[in-house]
């Protein structure tokens, strides 16, 4: 896959669809809304892409598009993240 970085600044925040007692991590929430893991090493053009500070460390894709985690939302115990569109898949 190849990447294109079109970093517009959108910001989502995704929850756990069914809250549980427990402490969660940022994983289990986004997989919980149906966004997958990328790992940067199966990106193509990781090396030409002018990544901002280690933001390539937690990638996910969601309909062609590339997102990044950019942290927890609201107390602990923590159950809402929020993510950042910076690019499509193609």
Not at 6 to 32: C, F, H, Q
Not at 47 to 55: R, T
Not at 61 to 88: D, Q
């Given at each position: 896959m190849t990447v294109e970085i079109k970093r517009?600044?959108?910001k989502i925040e995704l929850?756990?669809?069914i809250p549980k007692?427990?402490?969660y991590n940022a994983a289990e929430v986004w997989e919980d809304n149906g966004y997958?893991?990328?790992?940067?090493?199966d990106i193509e053009n990781y090396k030409e892409i002018k990544w901002k500070g280690i933001e390539f460390n937690r990638?996910?894709?969601k309909g062609g598009?590339?997102?990044?985690?950019n942290g927890w939302v609201g107390l602990y115990p923590y159950a809402r993240i929020e993510i950042?569109?910076?690019g499509t898949i193609h």
């Amino acid at each position: 896959m190849t990447v294109e970085i079109k970093r517009n600044g959108r910001k989502i925040e995704l929850s756990m669809l069914i809250p549980k007692t427990k402490v969660y991590n940022a994983a289990e929430v986004w997989e919980d809304n149906g966004y997958v893991h990328v790992d940067p090493q199966d990106i193509e053009n990781y090396k030409e892409i002018k990544w901002k500070g280690i933001e390539f460390n937690r990638l996910v894709s969601k309909g062609g598009k590339l997102y990044r985690f950019n942290g927890w939302v609201g107390l602990y115990p923590y159950a809402r993240i929020e993510i950042e569109e910076i690019g499509t898949i193609h």
